[in-house]
């Protein structure tokens, strides 16, 4: 694949996922997600994830397999976000989606990974 237009993807990836987060934000504030849970934790649900998962084996670029797993994870705790958001739980569900949270880490991890993946272009 092309370096530009795989630089292009990764950086979509990186945005939309950062909308994620103001949308599970937004979620924890309103009580409702634009999506339901069970579909936020799908990793293929999202464009990201379904170019993802169309790249197929790619053996010689490593970075792909720590982005497909910090990917799933980010949806994964995504869900959990927005469970609690949409149960009505408030304050669980700011703590869940906050600093220091496992989500924020799946986040941070996910972004820094996809990043290493484009210098490493």
């Known amino acids: 694949m092309e370096k530009l237009v795989l630089t292009s993807q990764l950086r979509a990836g990186l945005m939309a996922h950062e909308l994620w987060r103001s949308g599970l934000i937004s979620a924890v504030l309103t009580g409702r997600g634009l999506v339901r849970p069970a579909e936020a934790g799908r990793d293929d649900a999202c464009d990201f994830g379904r170019w993802l998962a169309r790249l197929g084996d790619l053996p010689e670029v490593p970075q792909v397999a720590a982005v497909r797993e910090l990917h799933a994870r980010f ?47």
């Open 75 to 121: 949806h994964r705790e995504a869900a959990e976000v927005l469970e609690l958001a949409t149960a009505g739980r408030r304050p669980e569900a700011t703590r869940a989606v906050g600093p220091g949270s496992r989500f924020d880490e799946a986040a941070l991890k996910l972004g820094a990974a996809v990043k290493d993946w484009i210098a490493a272009l």
